[in-house]
């Protein structure tokens, strides 16, 4: 295997008495779409950004296409694109303008149209900023990350707080940089997001890495649970679907109960049973494989959204 | 210097996009220039030339609100954390401050030139050249002082704050609102302390008294010595993050800004010589021109 493009060892970073990393290691080959998937609080963003080169590691190593974030200086700056959490450009900064500053800094001359076109800002380029939509101004942070054709790409939460619809045309825009060869490194609590772009995931919790494989891999450990998703007439405690043959956890949903089982047959004996002496009835019922949520809630006891 | 460049640029296009950029640095200014040459002054051409000198101190002094507002504002926006990541540097970014903020003001030192003229008839600019030397100096060193002011504070409020019991110790106790001959004598001296006294001097006996530079060494050093430093140390306290803590050793270095008015303010007071030379500018101009007041 060839030397990793990003490489992590033992990363240790605290503010105050707060461990917010406490020993992260990890490594990401070229070409790779890498997902830090967690809660608020994980210790993603504070990877990231060390990985960036804006924060400084208490203790452990970080290397970026060879360099030293902190001492790379242009060199490394040249190297890297990044999406970051919070960010803003000026209100009064034109779309073209933003894109055409930025290369130049970077001393890039590159077809910024073409870049412009693809990210579906073409005909916002004389747009200011602070007229901007949610969508439009992560494809603009997208389009500077990607301005000075860098290796790695640094995308922290880069659909957080969008709708459905705009998530995916982000999405669309990773798996077509994904295709080019790009290496990304993301950071999300979206399951959907880490599933459908990442080719490995790092699920994090407490500045922990708990858990590092593809997607289907830590499916797998979770594959002596089925998820069963069920909906009733009338509401009922958690505390009797816990107790049904097979169940191992059960949480409320939306609107109905999610429940996790290790024989699957039997639960669903067990639970037609249960309703029927209960008088209640069962609206609707959904079995699935497990997902990476299911995974995060064996190790941890929480889900993601807690 | 391409980066600084490329940053100017942008900086002054935003700053033109910018209504409030607009007032307080063209009407604004403007509109003292009228207080001054048709209420104090009452239209008199050499009390306005007497009385012009102030007005551009007042142009120029201004500089330090903008840019430390304009500073704070970015970084707080987190404006500053995304330049961070590219090949621009803080100094690159400050240097495009003053640079822009420059190339933003001369305009309207120039209109006021051109509105004393045609409108006021004052034709006695003295010594042009050093008039362009202490406006240079002035631009620039007060832009820098803006940047010192931004590097201690992390919000608006604070910064306006700052600004607010800076813009009023320059404004009253320098000699750019009231003549510094009307003062009492203690704080005469202690205005020689200030660093915009040192602007409003220089101004004065350029334009006035047509000194030639060399005979104001004192108000150059103070100027170059106290913007430089101002540029070093601002460069030096530069925060990229709004939640960057400000250490004490910060707050030490960014007084050191002081330390050349402090020995300059001590010099002048123990050779008491620019006092004397104020009051007879004053004189000379009182005796040929009717609305100067009686200073005491």
Redesign the interface.
């Known amino acids: 295997m060839s030397e990793p493009i990003i490489y992590v060892e033992q990363l240790r970073k605290s503010y105050g008495s707060v461990e917010a990393l406490r020993g992260v290691s990890f490594q990401v080959q070229e070409g790779e779409v890498f997902g830090l998937l967690g809660p608020n609080g994980a210790g993603k963003t504070t990877t990231v950004e060390i990985l960036e080169g804006m924060r400084t590691a208490d203790a452990g190593q970080a290397r970026v296409c060879g360099l030293d974030p902190r001492r790379g200086g242009v060199a490394f700056q040249q190297q890297i694109g990044a999406v970051l959490q919070q960010t803003a450009l000026p209100d009064k900064l034109r779309v073209g303008e933003a894109v055409e500053l930025f290369a130049r800094l970077y001393g890039r001359r590159r077809d910024l149209g073409a870049l412009l076109e693809r990210l579906g800002l073409a005909d916002k380029q004389h747009a200011f900023y602070n007229t901007l939509s949610g969508g439009q101004r992560q494809r603009l942070a997208l389009a500077l990350a990607l301005v000075h054709e860098p290796r790695v790409l640094f995308l922290d939460e880069p659909t957080a707080g969008l709708d459905p619809q705009v998530r995916r045309e982000i999405y669309e825009i990773i798996e077509e940089l994904r295709r080019e060869g790009k290496t990304i490194l993301l950071t999300t609590h979206y399951i959907e997001e880490a599933e459908r772009l990442c080719d490995r995931v790092a699920i994090m919790d407490y500045g922990k890495l708990i858990a590092l494989g593809t997607p289907a891999e830590l499916r797998q450990r979770s594959s002596n649970t089925t998820r069963i998703t069920v909906r009733l007439k009338e509401p009922i405690e958690d505390g009797r679907l816990r107790q049904l043959d097979g169940v191992v956890d059960c949480r409320p949903i939306l609107d109905g109960y999610l429940l996790h089982s290790q024989r699957p047959p039997q639960t669903l004996v067990a639970l037609v049973k249960q309703l029927e002496a209960l008088g209640n009835e069962l609206q609707s019922l959904e079995i699935s494989a497990p997902t990476l949520e299911d995974v995060f809630i064996e190790l941890t006891g929480r889900s993601l959204r807690d | 210097m391409?980066?600084t460049w490329?940053?100017t640029k942008?900086r002054m296009?935003?700053a033109l996009?910018?209504r409030a950029f607009l007032f307080f640095s063209l009407l604004m200014p403007i509109a003292f220039l009228f207080l001054y040459a048709s209420l104090f002054a009452k239209g008199e051409p050499r009390v306005v030339g007497y009385l012009f000198p102030s007005v551009l101190a007042l142009t120029v002094m201004g500089s330090f609100w903008g840019l430390s507002i304009q500073l704070v504002l970015?970084r707080e926006?987190?404006?500053l954390?995304?330049?961070?990541?590219?090949?621009?540097g803080p100094g690159a970014l400050l240097a495009s401050s003053l640079l822009s903020n420059y190339i933003l003001t001369l305009p309207t030192v120039v209109l006021e030139f051109v509105l004393v003229r045609t409108v006021y008839g004052v034709t006695m600019f003295g010594n042009l050249w050093g008039v362009g030397l202490f406006l240079t100096l002035g631009i620039v060193t007060f832009a820098a002082f803006g940047l010192i002011v931004a590097s201690l504070t992390s919000t608006i409020q604070e910064t306006q704050v700052l600004n607010n019991a800076i813009w009023f110790l320059f404004l009253f106790f320098s000699g750019a609102t009231l003549p510094l001959v009307f003062f009492p004598e203690w704080l005469q001296r202690l205005s020689m302390f200030l660093p915009a006294t040192h602007l409003v001097v220089g101004l004065q006996f350029t334009l006035i008294g047509a000194l030639p530079v060399r005979l104001l060494g004192t108000e150059v050093i103070a100027l170059v010595g106290g913007g430089g430093l101002a540029f070093v140390l601002s460069w030096k306290l530069f925060r990229?993050?709004p939640e960057e803590k400000i250490s004490r050793s910060a707050k030490a270095w960014a007084a050191a800004v002081a330390i050349p008015f402090l020995l300059l303010g001590v010099w002048e007071n123990a050779v008491n010589v620019r006092r004397t030379e104020l009051q007879e500018i004053y004189k000379s101009v009182g005796e040929r021109a009717s609305p100067l007041p009686n200073p005491h």
């Open positions: 391409r980066t490329t940053l942008m296009r935003l996009r910018n970015f926006h987190g404006i954390r995304r330049f961070r990541l590219t090949p621009a990229w993050e």
